[in-house]
């Protein structure tokens, strides 16, 4: 039986195993700000790259292929892996960057203007 491990799993403890990991490989000294923003940008390519090609809807239908969602799945945690060393060296509180991100955001995006568009107001 499968759980969902986003609701016992805490960022603090994935940010320590990630700096954990690159502690033990002596990678901290290739972590640098541009490194890591540039291996962010690489590896959501590299997610793109799966759904290049396909309608809106149709990339639904690349998730519902079991060896495409894996590969997905991959290249997402490479991306949440480089973001969180980024908030790790960067010294930077998840949690409160998006809390703070998102109060802009419904400033930015008030539901009256926003909700059901795609487009600028």
Known sequence: MET???THVTLE???KAIQGFAVERDWE??????NLSMAIAAEAA????????KEG????????NDKKRNEIAEELADILIFSLEFANIAKMDVASIIEDKMKTNALKYPVEKAKGRADKY
């Open 13 to 15: 403890k994935l940010k």
């Open 57 to 64: 809807t149709e990339s639904f239908d690349v998730l519902g």
């Open 29 to 34: 000294q290739f972590h640098t700000p541009k």
């Open 46 to 53: 590299e997610l793109m790259e799966h759904f290049l090609w």
């Open 4 to 6: 969902n491990q986003d």
